[in-house]
T-cell receptor, first 117, second 112 residues
Framework: DAGVIQSPRHEVTEMGQEVTLRCKPI?????LFWYRQTMMRGLELLIY????????DSGMPEDRFSAKMPNASFSTLKIQPSEPRDSAVYFC???????????????FGPGTRLLVL | GQNIDQPTEMTATEGAIVQINCTYQ??????LFWYQQHAGEAPTFLSYNVLDGLEEKGRFSSFLSRSKGYSYLLLKELQMKDSASYLC?????????????FGTGTLLAVQP
């Protein structure tokens, strides 16, 4: 069974360019999460979706960041314009949300390593 | 607010036992997770605690005390492949019940 798929795996771009990161969650999962990981700040939740609907985007740093989930099998995270401080590893994770009183495990994709020059 | 504290780094010897601590302060609590992350790879799930006590899973065990806001991950019979970062994450109680807040991780180095 395929895990979470992310593309590209590596991205090098210049400041001011638009960057689009893509994620395909595990089939059947109904929650999707975008995280950013840096040495200084660790793993930070940017936004997450339940059933394709954004639930909490309080972690999105600023208006330059946007995320969409047009269907259950695809999501994008876009940075426009990109800045050097956006350089990080961006992870997508998915889970199958259970009922109350239970928990669900988040499964992470391999990540996209973004370098903005 | 929410705060999760873990030691930044630890070193242990192959075959030994190591305990990685995590303390948390959250506005609500609905479970604590431990994830393992090898360098350059994605985090992978290790354990989950929501009630007080010890959960054992092979060489790994995780303990939780909700009254103290404290958890630890215990690794026994350490192997070189256990060298990784260990992330503690807390799930909040409330509407966003599947949102996790991660600590910055503990980098464990296992030496021969």
């Amino acid at each position: 069974d395929a895990g979470v798929i992310q593309s590209p795996r590596h991205e090098v771009t210049e400041m001011g360019q638009e960057v689009t990161l893509r994620c395909k969650p595990i089939s059947g999962h109904n929650s999707l999460f975008w995280y950013r990981q840096t040495m200084m700040r660790g793993l930070e939740l940017l936004i997450y979706f339940n059933n394709n609907v954004p639930i909490d985007d309080s972690g999105m740093p600023e208006d330059r960041f946007s995320a969409k989930m047009p269907n259950a099998s695809f999501s994008t995270l876009k940075i426009q314009p990109s800045e050097p401080r956006d350089s990080a590893v961006y992870f997508c994770a998915s889970s199958q949300r259970q009922g109350t009183g239970t928990y669900e495990t988040q499964y992470f994709g391999p990540g996209t390593r973004l370098l903005v020059l | 607010g929410q705060n999760i504290d873990q030691p930044t780094e630890m070193t242990a010897t192959e075959g030994a036992i190591v305990q990685i601590n995590c303390t948390y302060q959250t506005s609500g609590f609905n479970g604590l997770f431990w994830y393992q992350q090898h360098a350059g790879e994605a985090p992978t799930f290790l354990s989950y605690n929501v009630l007080d006590g010890l959960e054992e899973k092979g060489r790994f065990s995780s303990f939780l005390s909700r009254s103290k806001g404290y958890s630890y991950l215990l690794l026994k019979e350490l192997q070189m492949k256990d060298s990784a970062s260990y992330l503690c994450a807390v799930r909040s109680k409330g509407g966003a019940t599947n949102k996790l807040i991660f600590g910055t991780g503990t980098l464990l180095a296992v030496q021969p």
